[in-house]
């Protein structure tokens, strides 16, 4: 009946002496999908309580690692040490009763339970007829959440936390079993520098305790401050396993991408004189913005930057009229527009690539054609109003070529496209309704490395073809580097406008954070 | 203070209290007899098999799913109680273990078509409830049974509480006691929240699967027994549009369509509120043909609300962090 490791007491860490003598060792690993060799003869150590991060592109094979080591998959051939005793494969239950929790870039957590239920769910499992231990439950999830030096609400539910907290949640129930190995998959994609720099503090926390971290991330910046070594895979296979004090943060670019990159060019002050396609004025929606004027000419990137919350995705909804202010005025090309739904919008020649691409961006059982035409259906239609397939073909061969999107055949479900093909479908997508104002809300979000100088690549000839970009971001470094004007939002307001020549990343940084 | 003011606002359960009382007072005053203690008694008495239909259908709503078959569960079940043990010598503990135990499996094999073809429940359900009304008014040609023995239609209360109202009670009781206190009932409200969630933790999918519709059977198989006695006679057709009453209330009570929402006090409270309109409403001379239209409207404005509230938080969810 009770099928997992014991949960003994509440907040014991994971038995120290097993954490001192041995750690997590995979050798030749090699896992074969169909006809892709997703892994290769990978070895991968993770020594006790070390935080050892995972670096590659997206399909290099970390994912397949990880779930080779949380039991969810079988390796074709390889072996996997754990205490000193060799197993061919792992199952769920092995790798969790050996102390190894694996917390998933979604999270699963109940968001209709309590804080503190979702930290101790685990007392449940397995349990049937058993009265809940509603005091266990509440005791594991406060001295878990004092070891970490944490604070969190134990009584609200997990739907009205924000999302920086319910990683901290996820964090949480991960250790409140005897964890000594925590495998974090991209916990910070979502979060901004605070919240990032508050989940890296957790994890030196956890690190201090003797419980080892996987880190996989496409953050370079978080790798470099947090990790002790890195295992970068490429195409399936090992590229080598470096001391993180022996590596920068150029190195290690280069040696994910496989690529020499160039240094980062930033960008001169915008020297079109062209009158703003799209401009704002005292733009407010009670409760989420208020007061926002800027404007954005042809050919100009302008970044709009700030915390998660600070309201520059509500503005950018807004724009793409799926958000109506509540005063103020939006003009395009000088005339006063209403903005009532996205098809008034994108009448108006105004496009919008979500945040969320998996979310809002794409329809993922559908093939990429489907997805790259969806917008324009209305005008590939014939005068009997059925698909003229001539001029729906150009048009997705079109777009696939221009940005140079990775497949076979566009007739592939965009679901088994990698997250930067992904990201080029939705560009895609939106191109085909031939914009004047492109909106790219955090595009590069969850994109490798290799992926995002491609995208970047790509939103400076979308910018040279006369296109006006607003590109959102909560990465300093990458306005930065792309926008030719950075505006920055707080609380709902702009609290700053810099040339990027004239200011350093931290700079930006201690004003996005202000 | 005001946040625990607030909290308690936001309590469906209390809103759903107040304007119940509001009802109740209203009705008294315009419909006469509504407020008299016969009329009230006949009000709990016949919703008293609602109740235990209720209770059923709510926690396979907290798990996420949905069963559409209950009353026809209940009617078959009903039929061949009456048929095999309603007979001078039976008794009453046999009766109730033949009803649950008929019940239960029916219940399993929606359980086993739901979990085993991964075939969503809402199809299987309506269909498994065509199959058995069909086939119960097929071999019986829709013939009633009127003979029940004494024992079984001798009306039995408890300082004037009638029996079906006591089952209820029971089984309410019992009800909010699994979901709240016990393991399983916590592992089915995560069910209900998060599926992949729940199967990453471990919990043991198909034995809450086959738990929730289960139980659903058993409470129908009961309930059917308890209309048998209520009415004293098995009609194999009278259940037959129970299905939505009992949706409405307890979708009216604060449970979810999506699952992982819903709790015994809000769906004894829906199941009150329906009944007052109902029961006022016929008091007041109004057709009981309006009483389908009250529970579809009740059914929309309860999956609209719970729709709309999803909106505001996906809305709120845009600019999470923000406090």
Partial sequence: MDERAPCSGPSRPATPSAAVTAGVELTGISRRFGGVQALSGVDFTVRPGEVHCLAGENGCGKSTLIKILSGVLAPDSGQIVLDGSAHARLSPKISQSAGIQVIYQDLALFPNLTVAENIAFHQHVGRVWQLVPARALRRTAEAVLARLGLSLPLDTLVQDLPIASRQLVAICRALAVAARLVVMDEPTASLTHQETDALLATIRSLKSHGIATVLVSHRLDDMMKIGDRVTVLRDGANVGTFAMNEMDRHRLGELITGQKRTAATIKTRFTGTAPPVLAVRGLTCDGQYANIDLAVRPGEILGLTGRLGSGRTELALSLFGMNPPDAGEILIDGRIVRLPDNRAAIREGIGYVSEDRLALGLIMPQSIAENTVVTVLDRLCGPLGLIDHRQRGQTIAHWMGELQVKTATAERPVRELSGGNQQRVVLAKWLATKPRVLILDSPTVGVDVGAKAGLYRTIDELAALGLAIILISDEAEEVLQMAHRVLVMTNGRITGSFQPADVTEDQLREAINA | ?323
């Fill in chain 2, 1 to 323: 203070m005001r946040n625990r003011l607030t909290a308690l606002g936001r309590s469906h359960e209390l809103r759903l209290a107040v304007i119940a009382i509001l009802f109740a007072v209203f009705f008294s005053f315009t419909a006469p007899g509504f407020c008299s203690l016969g009329n009230l008694k006949d009000l709990l008495e016949s919703q008293a098999v609602l109740a235990i239909m209720a209770a059923g259908l709510l926690v396979v709503l907290i798990a996420g799913g949905i069963d559409i078959s209950f009353p026809a569960i209940a009617a078959v079940s009903q039929y061949l109680v009456a048929s095999l043990i309603l007979r001078p010598g039976g008794n009453w503990a046999l009766a109730f273990l033949l009803a649950g135990g008929l019940g239960l499996l029916f219940g399993l094999v929606n359980a086993l078509l739901i979990h085993g073809l991964k075939a969503p429940p809402v199809i299987v359900t309506i269909a498994t409830m065509t199959f058995y009304f069909s086939m119960l008014m097929f071999s019986t040609k829709g013939a009633p049974l009127y003979d029940l023995p004494d024992w079984f239609t001798a009306k039995i209360a408890v300082l004037t509480v009638p029996f079906p109202v006591i089952v209820a009670g029971v089984i309410l009781a019992a009800t909010a006691f699994l979901l709240r206190r016990l393991s399983l009932g916590r592992q089915i409200y995560g069910l209900g929240g998060n599926p992949e969630a729940a199967k990453r933790m471990g919990c043991n999918i198909a034995r809450l699967q086959f738990f929730v519709y289960g139980f659903s059977g058993t409470m129908a198989g009961i309930a059917g027994l308890m209309q048998a006695h209520r009415v004293e006679e098995v009609v194999p057709n009278a259940l037959i549009g129970r299905e939505l009453d009992v949706l409405a209330a307890v979708v009216l009570g604060g449970a979810s369509l999506a699952g992982g929402a819903g709790s015994v006090s809000g769906t004894l409270l829906g199941i009150a509120l329906l009944a007052m309109l109902r029961n006022g409403l016929t008091l007041l001379g109004v057709s009981s043909y309006s009483f389908g239209a009250v529970t579809g409207l009740v059914i929309l404005l309860s999956v609209s609300a719970t729709a709309l509230a999803q909106r505001r938080l996906r809305r709120k969810g845009g600019s999470h962090g923000s406090a």
